[in-house]
Each structure stands twice: as C-alpha cells, then as structure tokens.
C-alpha cells in the first residue's frame, strides 16, 4: 500500500460516519502533447488534489481569478504534494488560496481518475470537502 492508499484509509476511517461520495472516472486522451503536459505535472510535483467548498450561513462560497473570463467561478482547489498528508495540503491551500484558517472541515468526497493515452496510464485523485 503507498503513501496516497493509506492516506484513503486514514481518511476513510476519520470520516467514516459521512456519506463520502466515491467516483471513478476513466479518461481516454488522443492528444499525446496534452498527455504528457499532464504526466509531467502529475507524480512530479502533485498526486492529487484538493477542493474544498467553504460553508458559510448555508451557501457555499467560490472564488474567482482576474484572468477568468467574466462570469466564470470556481470551488478553490490546490495541489497536494507527493510527500505531503491530504489533511496537510487542504490546510496548507486553504491558507494559500484564500488566506483563511480552518476552523472545522469534512470530507465529502473522492474521485480517482484514471488517465489514459494508447499503452500509458496514471491515477490521480481529487479530494473534495467542506470547510468552515
């Protein structure tokens, strides 16, 4: 069991009370360029990453970039780094992103990704929670 499978585990058990939505998703790519764009983010610096909706009065808040085209949003994520726990990189890109602490979070839910072009394949995962 890696790094990553046992931080699953961990995770699991913590928020074992929760309905954590699991998902599977295969993607099948046809652009080699972009394949290897994203493996060489993917296990060089990153494995997975976070996203975290932050609750606030019942609404959830998100967050928008200068450079995005108007009207668009988005639920604030970050990167995790290889050696680095999941809990570890929500609290660290909770701070970075937003520049806001934690007071209480939950687990809501874990994608694994599948990536796949012609003979070559990697996972990667997002994990999805709810902070406040």
Same mark, same amino acid.
């Given at each position: ?41 993917? &296990? ?26 108007? &009207? ?6 970050? &990167? ?28 809501? &839910? ?23």
């Amino acid at each position: 069991m890696n790094k990553l499978e046992k931080n699953v585990k961990i995770l699991m058990n913590k928020f074992k009370d929760n309905e954590i939505i699991k998902r599977y998703a295969k993607v099948i790519i046809s652009d080699k360029d972009f394949y290897d764009y994203i493996s060489s983010k993917i &296990g060089v610096d990153r494995h997975y990453e976070v996203i975290f909706g932050i609750k606030n009065d019942g609404k959830i808040i998100v967050a928008r970039q200068d450079n995005y085209p108007e &009207g668009i949003f988005r639920i604030p994520s970050g &990167g995790g780094n290889i050696n680095e726990d999941v809990e570890s990189a929500l609290f660290r890109e909770v701070e970075e992103e937003l520049g806001y602490s934690i007071i209480d979070y939950w687990l809501i &839910g874990i994608i694994e990704y599948e990536i796949i072009y012609m003979d070559k394949c990697f996972s990667f995962f997002s994990f999805c929670f709810i902070i406040t």
